[in-house]
């Protein structure tokens, strides 16, 4: 049984910085994509940062690139997103999600197994 379980979200001043982690468990094959997508309230599922099974590559999206950081620790079945610099409007619901294609498909709706999410808020 596949299961995605995020943790470390919480309630974080601007400027600050948070830790985010997925533990994954029940895959049989290792080289799935694997990322990190975001969702507020009144707004779409928005892709933050994904590594490629396939190629170890990472990708982030537009508005976190320079501040979040993504990882992988293979050995713990554990993907993580450290969190710079935060604004108010990285104000989210985080989830992670897996592709078994090994890699990171630009659509929400193509990835085939998702977390229950962790809120991450911003604010004084």
């Known amino acids: 049984q596949v299961q995605l379980v995020e943790s470390g979200g919480g309630l974080v001043q601007p400027g600050g910085s948070l830790r985010l982690s997925c533990a994954a468990s029940?895959?049989?094959?290792?080289?799935?994509?694997i990322g990190w997508f975001r969702q507020a309230p009144g707004k779409e599922r928005e892709g933050v940062s994904c590594i490629s099974g396939a190629t170890g590559n990472t990708y982030y999206g537009d508005s976190v690139k320079g501040r979040f950081t993504i990882s992988r620790d293979n050995a713990k079945n554990t993907l993580y997103l450290q969190m710079n610099s935060l604004k108010p409007e990285d104000t989210a619901v985080y989830y992670c999600?897996?592709?078994?294609?090994?890699?990171?498909?630009?659509?929400?709706?193509?990835?085939?197994?998702w977390g229950q999410g962790t809120q991450v808020t911003v604010s004084s």
């Open positions: 999600a897996t592709a078994l294609s090994g890699w990171c498909p630009r659509l929400p709706g193509e990835y085939e197994y």
């Open positions: 029940g895959f049989t094959r290792s080289a799935y994509a």
